[in-house]
């Protein structure tokens, strides 16, 4: 007769180090019900049987690694000596070492001070290579935002979420650390004490692992919102490969150097791809069309309020909205028609309109750009502004800065407007 093939179970569970003891009940409630720990295969396989009353122990091996997929010949090792003090060697991941007690009089296999030295050193180092690449990015972030960057960041929702999100990473690492420090400290005392430790199941990692996808959802949202359609697609493309090769990794299960060697492949291929997608999307706009295009969207160009001769050669337009305002971002440039033999002239004027209901903000925006310009007397009245500064005099090329109590102006052209065309200026932008 045919034996027939027992079923298995694949259960996506995730347990701390700090959960060690909570892992073990786990597998001993399981295995009353007849599901028996096999292995770790992209998930935790169990295997169908006959409901028995097993003791599991799981315990963190100090030698063991994150990048650990199978148990490495230290963990091998570790087995044989766990195996003479009656305790079974199951499987093993990452630092977690996983035994069924197979006889009654089996002794512990480490000691109570051990398990805890074990326990804590693991986790405060997990959390610590955890926090790592969210302090560095963050930390990058922060600088960018509060400095040459500090507009493309407080004009973008995109850019501030980005922002927001990195910030509560490193946040709850910090108070992840902070809290395992403070059991770590309770713990010492119940040891020195002689009670029991509780390595029960802590419930704020199933919390932040919805906050965290939570987030993801929310930064490919607001890229779909934005007309960032494109980028949206390709982060969640690379968020789907990433999770591809994680779950290849996880069933295929290499070794350590191998693990290393083929996240560190995959994750330079991902980088050249988005990069060349990216360059790919860039030059594939005809520029008379995007120059079209952008011609249509903007405001004011200089024809608008002064005779120009010839036709743009070059136009750019930006539109940027944040939960704290907008800003709309203008250049145009023209190329005036010469006779033979002349040399050729361009007229260029570009402007920045900041628009915020938030004073702390316009009033960093008009910091930031007005170190170097000078007080005006007289043109405030014209501008209908609070305030306004000047780079150069007269009408030739320079840089004007308006201020009112909503709004920025910045406007840089070759051909300063006198009275007459900065009132119109003003209507145009509707300022």
Known sequence: MKKQKRRTRRVFRNFGYLECGAFADYLHEMSLKGWHFREWRAGMLFEDGEPADITYCVEVFPKGSEMDI???????EYAEYCRAAGWEFIDGERKFCIFRKKEEDAVPIVTEEERFANVTKAELRRLGSEMLTPLIVGVLFWLRAMGSEFADWMFSNVNLTLLLTMTVMISVRII???????????????????RKIDYGKQHWQTIWNGVSVLFLAVIVLLLVVEDMAVEGIMLAVFVLLILGVSWGIAYFRPTRSGNWALQISVGVAAVFLMVMVAVILAVSVPEEESMETALA????????????????EWADYQ????????????????EEDLSDGEEEQSDTLRYDVYRSEQPWLLREVWQRETDRADVISG????????EVKRIGSGQGTGILYVRWSDAVLILQADVMPDEAQSRIIKEKLAL
């Open 379 to 386: 043109e405030a009245e014209i501008w209908g502004a609070q």
């Open 70 to 76: 199978k148990p490495e010949e230290p963990a091998e």
């Open 297 to 312: 969207e903007l405001p004011l160009t200089q024809s608008d309020y002064r005779e120009m001769e010839g036709q743009p």
């Open 176 to 194: 992840q650390c902070i809290g395992t420090v403070i059991w770590a400290v309770s713990g010492k005392r119940k040891l020195n004490s002689g």
């Open 319 to 334: 539109y940027m909205e944040s939960v704290l305002g907008t800003w709309l971002r203008g250049r145009v440039s023209y």
